[in-house]
């Protein structure tokens, strides 16, 4: 047990306790274009950052094949970290696109130039 | 190796309790893009359970799932987008 076991360990924990607000907040957000703020939390912060914490904590550990287990953790990180937002949005283009979502803005500057 | 069991035994049940409550919401989704929305940050949570799984087990083989799963919830948002915006998946 050494250093990167302990940065791993943080970043870990980290990212459960994002998940975790991220989970409440897509549950408990009123309409589709706030919850995605909470889905960014959710992906980012409770996919991305265990991801690289386990990347960490496999080199810190003492266990066969931690070399393939980090690369691909690290791998799957940089891989969640640009599709996860790309993903977002596309699907905010699309419900905008398709007016499936319900939305009563207080304010919408762009309610004439929409055609 | 006693550290590790108890980082274990407190990050496991955050874990399970975000997976519970995405399926609610991924459940009750008042519309078709909160499914999405929901399936797809499921998947890439699994994705990074699946990992810390792979550390847990001392399995190499769990964590080629990873990859595969977090490229099959971008192809899902990215279909789903397409069939809303254009009513057709594919070219």
Partial sequence: MNA???????????????????????????????????????????????????????????????????????????????AAPAGATALAYAAHKARIVDWKPKVDHLRGERK | MNEFITLMKFVIPLYLVAFIIYTVRALKGPTIVDIILAVDCMSFDIAAFMAILAVYFKSVFLISGAITLALWAYLLDLYMAKHLTKKEVGT
């Fill in chain 1, 4 to 82: 990167l076991f302990y940065i791993g360990a943080v970043l870990i924990t980290i990212g459960g306790i994002c998940d975790l607000l991220g989970a409440i907040g897509l549950l408990k957000f009123p309409n589709f274009y706030v919850r995605l703020h909470a889905a960014t939390v959710g992906t980012i912060g409770g996919a991305v950052v265990p991801l690289f914490g386990v990347a960490f904590l496999a080199l810190g550990m003492d266990i066969p094949h931690r070399y393939a287990i980090a690369g691909a953790s690290f791998v799957t990180g940089i891989i969640v970290l640009l």
